[in-house]
């Protein structure tokens, strides 16, 4: 289901105080516990979504709109309202979620060792759990080493399945940058 598609079917939040997770999780669900990656979304017809990723969550407005501006260390990145329209919601509320925990894990002072890759994840063609802990062991030290516009690529490339020229086009990140990251990402996870 698209954003469009969503924001169709739900409430909104406009005036409305945010509510608590708990609070959140007695009214109606659109559409259930959806995994996403490491984390699960939950979107409500009153407009609020939560994402959950371990031990930590958060309530985000689904019918939010504006440009999504995403922040990394060399400068920004504007995705336009338009644009985030036509994206599965899944995929945006999940950058939303992932930003939020994000801010709030670099405002405190607590340091954690989160996994970024989940337990639950399928290794076809390991022949042993040992080899699928070594490849999720090299999936995470990749992810951590990876700044924070190739974790943005990563997301929309690898998790969300968009083409490089999709995210070139929605990050308006030039197509030679984005396709360099994708084969330094590669090369990271690889070894």
């Keep these: 289901m698209t954003l469009r598609e ?4 739900i409430g909104s939040t406009d005036g409305v105080a945010t509510p608590g997770e708990e609070e959140l999780r007695k009214g109606n669900s659109l ?5 996403i990656g490491s984390g699960w979304l939950n979107v409500y017809e009153n407009g609020f979504a939560s994402y959950t990723d371990g031990s930590r969550s958060t309530v985000l407005r ?12 060399e400068g920004e990145t504007r995705i336009p309202s338009d644009a985030l329209l036509d994206m599965p919601c899944e995929t945006y509320l999940t950058m939303l979620g992932e930003d939020r925990l994000e801010m709030n894990r670099t405002s405190s002072s607590r340091h954690n060792n989160d996994s970024v890759i989940s337990d639950d994840v399928e290794y076809r063609g390991f022949y042993d759990c040992e080899e699928a802990a070594c490849m999720k062991i090299a999936l995470e030290t990749a992810y951590r ?13 690898v998790l969300s399945g968009y083409s490089q020229r999709e995210i070139s ?7 030679r940058t984005v396709s360099r990251i994708v ?9």
């Design 62 to 73: 689904a019918d939010s709109s504006g440009d999504y501006v995403y922040r990394f260390a």
């Design 183 to 191: 084969c330094s990402m590669k090369k990271k996870i690889t070894g």
């Design 145 to 157: 080493s990876m700044n924070e516009k190739e974790r943005l690529i990563y997301r929309l490339y």
């Design 169 to 175: 086009d929605m990050t308006g990140i030039r197509a």
């Design 31 to 35: 559409t259930g516990d959806v995994k």
């Design 6 to 9: 969503l924001r169709e079917k």
